[in-house]
């Protein structure tokens, strides 16, 4: 078989998750086991992998699954912890007080707060952190898993202290003869060209990502508010833009000077304190008769409503009084643990102690080997911090027991999702093409998995605009990876080996491989375990495929943008590139303030009946 008909294979799966994911509304749980079932088939009888591979990949993926699973757990155990004692209430008011405004909440808790769990922790762990605490301040769980999707982007290539870039990019890259040679004849050293790439990934998250807040705030509105309308959540750009840069531009200058293990961390930092008091001070915040507030709730449409919406209405009510401080207390403790851990070499090292890694090793004689340390997941870290909260805020032991009950509830109701969707994309990343399925004259796809093979599909089309579409194989990579980690290992020596082999040199090539780090980053918006894990911490269930088509229009415009700007930079001076980029640009934020909306479909419907 040749290029083309081994990339129509290759994608299948693809094909698959979105034929019955998002276009049939397929819930995750009824969809993914069908993409499992075709890409075993596929990797077994078209690539020509041998079944023990698939099998031990699969094994792989319940690992995964298992570690993913954990970190859902213990992210909802703490919220139920903090609902329990009574704290929610607390941190309820304290939000109003800032700001009534649920665009300006959402900025606050997701953009900024998210961002800085990102920088901490990475892998999800923003968005199942931050949308049951949206939830318990009174978001519809769709919304608020919507807008935690939204920005796992800018944050996501500094997350988890730079793993995207020191352990994907660095791992994809390094000691690869091609590079090496590249590189000497540069004149520049593996460190130095990493850096420089870092300071490229900061460059495209800044330009593209300061706008990331005000698409949030107009999806907000657009699905969620009365009028449903992007314009209504447009009114407050003034400050959506003031806290997109109030976060970038730190994150740029600090992903240039101290490398890439700190941007979305101290970034996110820099931007709360300097957002949440003006946001405070009422600084370029809406007046408090144009204050935008969901309907009641009565009047919210079935699908937006997760398990915690359809808590009983004294959930929120004062059990007992506790500080503002106290209140945040756990969430503190888990942002400092969460740096201290990722940090301090003693501590990781300790918890990575060789007596508490749960491994498999040469599964089935596949030559792949499971391994997990479940005192390193930020699961663990919730957990210890959930039973700190257990005496800090000084609970019953009822209420605390109905903290687990209803955690586990929470965790079953995702498991069924994840522990078919994370083995089908471990199948799709281990499989290895076989040379009795390629044809004469394509011996090099020999060995390739079936996301290289896609990509070398693309890259045999489009040929010198490879830059516009980097960002698209990114992205591709996180979609089926779930991390913008792996889609750098996986695909950032493809990315210069192309850009070389297109003509551009190497700081070009390292252009490029920006452009894959940053796509593989807005990828993470519509990651499938990703939606799920976040998903299920809010109670919601079976919605995957509508969030994938809610998420589209940001992901698009990430995706567009990078690729365009990337041309125009590596084209060279003034050029019409940049013309196209400000035209793109310009076309997403018209077609928002002139769209006029459907009005409420609530009231439509109560006039109905």
Known sequence: MGLGLLSLIAILPVITIMIFLVF????????????LIITTFSAIFLWGTKANV???????????????????????????????????????QGFISISPDRRI????????????????????????????LLVAIGFPALAAVMVTLIIQSTPVSFGAIGTPIQ????????????????????????????????????????????????FMVAMLTRYFGKKRSFLEGLKVWKFAL???????????????????????????????????????????????????????????EPEWLGSLNQQPPDVLQVK???????????????????????????????????????????????????????????????IVVSVLTFFLHSMKKTNYLNAWKDSFKTVVAAGMALIFAIPMIK???????????????????????MPLVLASGIANIVGDFWPLFAPTVGALGAFIAGSNTFSNMMFSLFQFGTAESVGLNVNQAGMVVALQAIGGAAGNMICVHNIVAASATVGLVGKEGTLIRKVFIPLSYYLLAGGILGMAIISGGINFWFLIYGVMVMSFIYYMVTYKGKGSISVERKIGA
């Not at 995750?28 to 993409?35: E, G, K, L, Y």
């Not at 506790?322 to 400092?336: D, E, R």
């Not at 499989?431 to 998995?449: C, F, H, P, Q, R």
Request: glycine share 10%.
């Open 105 to 132: 909440q959402a900025i606050i808790i997701a953009w900024l707060f998210g961002a800085f769990i990102e920088g901490a922790a990475g892998f999800g762990t923003p968005a199942a952190i931050a949308a049951p």
């Open 427 to 449: 199948i799709f990343l281990l499989t290895a093409l076989s040379a009795d399925k390629v044809s004469a004259g394509s011996e090099a796809l020999i060995g390739m998995n």
């Open 24 to 35: 049939l509304n397929w819930p995750a749980s009824r969809a993914m086991p069908i993409a």
């Open 167 to 214: 352990v994907g990019v660095n791992t994809g890259l390094r000691d690869q003869v091609t590079v090496t040679n590249a590189l000497e004849g540069a004149g520049l050293t593996f460190d130095q060209y990493l850096l420089q790439i870092a300071s490229n990934v900061g460059f495209f998250h800044m330009t593209i990502g300061v706008l990331i807040p005000l």
């Open 54 to 92: 698939v099998a031990g990949a699969a094994v792989n993926g319940v690992f995964t699954a298992l570690e993913v699973l954990f970190i859902v757990f213990g992210a909802v155990l703490l919220l139920n912890t903090v609902k329990e004692s009574g704290a929610i209430h607390t941190i309820r």
């Open 320 to 382: 007992k009084n506790i500080s503002l401080p106290m209140s945040w207390l756990p969430y503190v403790l888990v942002a400092g643990l969460l740096v201290l851990t990722r940090t301090v070499d003693w501590l990781g090292s300790l918890l990575k102690n060789p007596t508490v890694t749960v491994r498999l090793e040469n599964v089935f004689g596949s030559g792949i080997n499971s391994i997990s340390t479940p005192l390193f997941l930020p699961g663990f870290i919730f």
């Open 242 to 300: 003031f806290a997109g840069a109030a976060f970038t531009i730190p994150y740029y200058l600090i992903a240039v000077f101290l490398g890439p293990e700190f941007p979305s961390l101290l970034g996110a930092l820099i931007g709360l304190l300097i957002v949440v008091p003006a946001a405070k001070a009422g600084f370029l915040t809406p007046k408090e008769e144009e204050c935008f507030d969901f309907e009641a709730k009565n009047r919210w």
